[in-house]
Antibody, heavy 122, light 107 residues
Framework: QMQLQESGPGLVKPSETLSLRCSVSGASITRGTYYWGWIRRPPGKGLEWIGSLYYNGNTFYNPSLESRVTMSVDTAKNQFSLRLTSMSASDTGVYYC??????????????WGHGTLVTVSS | SYELTQPPSVSVSPGQTARITCSGDALPNQYAYWYQQKPGQAPMLIIYKDTERPSGVPERLSASSSGATATLTISGVQTEDEADYFCQSADSDGTPAFGGGTRLTVL
């Protein structure tokens, strides 16, 4: 059974860069025609899609975050990563890594990690 | 950016039917998806491609889509259905977007 697990710092200082990693088990990120992505939920707010990438490195990002986001993939480790620069308090929230799409369910987020809380504070 | 509009909250008594709407200009041409999120848990996909239920999702959760509005219906609401519900779709370029979410309260 596929599992996704986020890892990274829980606390980031303002203006610094957030780096998160997602480890995928139970499936190879190089198989299939789907993407892998990141979604976040700030406290008291809704879900926000950050971006998605394909195993060959193709990426697409939320236009509102595109200037600060970089996603990458490590196929040897079956992992993908998120970098978000110039962090501010408004970036505080739970960050989820997700599987984006499948032949059956279409362009939705059908597998989720448990999420990791990221707090931006000095 | 593309917007999907949901009511912030819906309240029903146990056994009643809850309906949560999601409106968006691109919905006539894009599928709607629905997620349920309970406190402390990750969101879970409950509806895909407008009306389809993943295995394990109770039949009392159903959905439809007509024109620019998608609707999630929960029949015979139970206390365990109390959660936040999010619709998701995409704009004309395929960029994903979420609705603001609806908190379902079971009175």
């Amino acid at each position: 059974q596929m599992q996704l697990q986020e890892s990274g710092p829980g606390l980031v200082k303002p203006s610094e860069t957030l780096s998160l990693r997602c480890s995928v088990s139970g499936a190879s990120i190089t198989r299939g025609t789907y993407y892998w992505g990141w979604i976040r939920r700030p406290p008291g707010k809704g879900l926000e899609w950050i971006g998605s990438l394909y195993y060959n490195g193709n990426t697409f990002y939320n236009p509102s975050l595109e200037s600060r986001v970089t996603m990458s993939v490590d196929t040897a480790k079956n992992q993908f990563s998120l970098r978000l620069t110039s962090m501010s308090a408004s970036d505080t929230g739970v960050y989820y890594c997700v599987k984006h799409g499948s032949e059956t369910t279409g362009a939705c987020f059908n597998h989720w990690g448990h999420g990791t809380l990221v707090t931006v504070s000095s | 950016s593309y917007e999907l509009t949901q009511p912030p909250s819906v309240s029903v008594s146990p056994g009643q039917t809850a309906r949560i709407t999601c409106s968006g200009d691109a919905l006539p041409n894009q599928y709607a998806y629905w997620y349920q999120q309970k406190p402390g848990q990750a969101p879970m996909l409950i509806i895909y491609k407008d009306t389809e239920r993943p295995s394990g999702v109770p039949e009392r959760l159903s959905a439809s889509s007509s024109g620019a509005t998608a609707t999630l219906t929960i029949s015979g609401v139970q206390t365990e259905d109390e959660a936040d519900y999010f619709c998701q779709s995409a704009d004309s370029d395929g960029t994903p977007a979420f609705g603001g979410g609806t908190r379902l309260t079971v009175l």
